[in-house]
């Protein structure tokens, strides 16, 4: 089925530990989108990309790295993950058309 | 299959007239309702929200709908601002999981 398709769906990590939360999509979508979702503050950009070979901040990229080699993929790297991460990350893709968010990931960095 | 829609990828919009956003949902275990804002380059804000027990919640020029038998909510805002032109979301949730389930937005335009 088309859409987008991220995983894992739940991760606990111990701080200073790295991840790659994977995030793929089929529609070709230029535009992807990662935010994280913490209570009272909606979601909150934290990197995205226009196309292939092209990255940029949003509001909170501090601790995240991202590539976009393909089209379709677009994982968000946690670095050295801190208790400040843990969140519910949603990745997205998008055309003029609309959004398509993925199911999400709960992480809890302990 | 989306069990959050927004069947309109945009709506224009008179400035001083009345917005109506609308959003259907599949998901009879559903019973929370939002409604998102997005400007370009940032993430979506929150703006209102209704909870399964109403059928209206009004929060200045903003008012969302819920019809629960028609599995159908909307966002009213009225009179409608050129700060307004952004994109919304319709999301949902349930008891049993605090994961949101969003719609694929509606852009709004206020025209001048």
């Known amino acids: 089925n088309a859409g987008v398709t991220q995983t894992p769906k739940f991760q606990v990590l111990k701080t200073g530990q790295s991840m790659t939360l994977q995030c793929a999509q089929d529609?070709?979508?230029?535009?992807m989108s990662w935010y994280r979702q913490d209570p009272g503050m909606g979601l909150r950009l934290i990197h995205y990309?226009?196309?292939?070979?092209?990255?940029d901040q949003g509001e909170v990229p501090n601790g995240y790295n991202v590539s976009r080699s393909t089209t379709e993929d677009f994982p968000l790297r946690l670095l050295s993950a801190a208790p400040s991460q843990t969140s519910v990350y949603f990745c997205?893709?998008?055309?003029?058309?609309?959004?398509?968010f993925g199911s999400g990931t709960r992480l809890t960095v302990v | 299959d989306q069990q959050v829609k927004q069947n309109s990828p945009s709506l224009s919009v008179q400035e001083g007239r009345i917005s109506i956003l609308n959003c259907d949902y599949t998901?009879?275990?559903?019973?929370?309702f939002l409604w998102y804002k997005k400007y370009p380059a940032e993430g979506p804000t929150f703006l209102i929200s209704?909870?399964?027990?109403?059928d209206k919640n009004e929060d200045g020029r903003f008012t969302v709908f819920l019809n629960k038998s028609a599995k159908h909510l909307s966002l009213h805002i009225v009179p409608s601002q050129p700060g307004d032109s952004a994109v919304y979301f319709c999301?949902?949730?349930?008891?049993?999981?605090?994961?949101?389930?969003f719609g694929k937005g509606t852009r709004l335009h206020i025209l001048p």
């Open positions: 529609m070709n979508h230029e535009y």
């Open positions: 998901n009879s275990m559903f019973d929370y």
């Open positions: 999301a949902a949730t349930g008891v049993s999981d605090d994961k949101i389930i």
């Open positions: 997205a893709s998008s055309t003029n058309d609309g959004y398509t």
């Open positions: 990309s226009v196309g292939a070979g092209i990255t």
């Open positions: 209704i909870s399964s027990i109403k």
